[in-house]
């Protein structure tokens, strides 16, 4: 049996037979402290099992039933919506967040919940081109990752609108584009690279950059910024010339849990500037939380792939959710080139 499961299995169980309370936390890989888990126990009494995924398709697939076992997730702001709309989320009851003001300006009413009903914003980040120093000329644009040079140390991120979007954009057209003729010229393009291709990799890019097996990489922020720290005279980051990707990961409590006053008391810790600026230190990520980047050490704060300048991050485009259509399209486009 997998892990996970194995996980999931035991912590309902438990909750059957009325043992110490405990919340169960899915979250992307990276994205806490090694004291932030035992920090809130020790304080709650509460055990918190926790696990990780790599991409909100993941996530997705085992919270759709409504019967994962899972308390607590972190979509993307593209996600809410849609998982609101299939009944997966609960309401956010602000009155049980007495942090929220530690929020940064920005994310105090983002776009994908204005009123913060379904989620408070986790983290953020850029999406972009990890690659070595060595090779030159630098890669500058999504076109540089279709260059016959790059075969078999190439990657891409293991996630349809990163991939399509990065396609897009590379075409010159909007990486939340649903139009059919668009799409289709971008799975073309995804066809035409996949050649090239050594994977469909998320966090596994990190490691495989550092040992110098990969010479570049559609990589998210944060798994570049780690990467760097590892290897600074190796790596570097660049945001593509035609337009880049910016996300923001989100905390959630989904319907199906039990434990949403529990919950709601985890989002609160999160939302302490002590917890996350610990959490933004050790796993090098870019936090939602303002009064955290304020006590960040300057090396964080200060760093230009976590924290782009305002003028870079303009020609950068937020995810949106897609229309029931074309995201059923992608959706279909994205299986064909993952099996092609
Ligand atoms: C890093 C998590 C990156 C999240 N493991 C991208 N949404």
Not at 30 to 45: K, L, S, W
Not at 87 to 92: C, H, K, R, V
Not at 150 to 167: N, S, Y
Not at 299 to 315: F, Q, T
Request: net charge neutral; charged share 25%.
């Amino acid at each position: 049996m997998n892990r996970r499961v194995f996980l999931i299995g035991g912590a309902v169980a438990a909750g059957a037979c009325g043992r110490s309370p405990r919340l169960n936390v899915y979250n992307w890989s990276d994205y806490i402290a090694p004291g932030t888990i035992h920090g809130f126990e020790r304080e709650t009494g509460v055990r918190v099992h926790y696990a990780t995924y790599e991409s909100n398709q993941e996530m997705l697939a085992k919270v759709m039933t409504g019967n994962s076992g899972w308390d607590v997730v972190f979509p993307s702001g593209d996600f809410i919506g849609p998982m609101r709309d299939l009944g997966l989320l609960a309401p956010i009851d602000r009155q049980m967040l007495t942090n929220l003001d530690a929020l940064a300006p920005e994310f105090r009413r983002p776009p994908w919940d204005p009123e913060l009903r379904w989620c408070v914003p986790y983290m953020h980040g850029v999406t972009g081109v990890l690659y070595q120093r060595s090779l030159r000329p630098a890669p500058r644009s999504w076109a540089d990752l279709w260059d016959e040079r790059l075969r078999g140390r190439l990657t891409m991120l293991d996630d349809q609108p990163e991939v399509l979007g990065a396609c897009l954009q590379k075409l010159q057209r909007s990486l939340n584009s649903g139009d059919p003729g668009e799409l289709r010229a971008a799975r073309a393009e995804a066809l035409a690279q996949k050649p090239l291709l050594r994977a469909y990799l998320n966090a596994e890019v990190r490691d495989q950059a550092v040992a110098g097996d990969l010479l570049a990489s559609q990589a998210w922020a944060v798994t570049a910024a780690q990467a760097i720290a590892a290897a600074p005279a190796k790596l570097a980051f660049a945001l593509p010339m035609e337009g880049f990707p910016r996300f923001c990961d989100n905390v959630a409590i989904l319907r199906e849990s039990r434990r949403r006053e529990l919950a709601h008391r985890w989002i609160d810790y999160l939302l302490r500037p002590e917890t996350a600026e610990a959490i933004v230190a050790a796993t090098h990520t870019a936090s939602a939380n303002g009064a955290a980047e304020q006590l960040l050490p300057p090396e964080i704060r200060e760093n230009p792939v976590l924290y782009p300048s305002a003028s870079e991050l303009s020609r950068g485009e937020w995810f949106e959710s897609q229309p029931l259509e074309s995201q059923k399209l992608r959706d279909r486009m994205w299986t064909e080139i993952k099996s092609s």
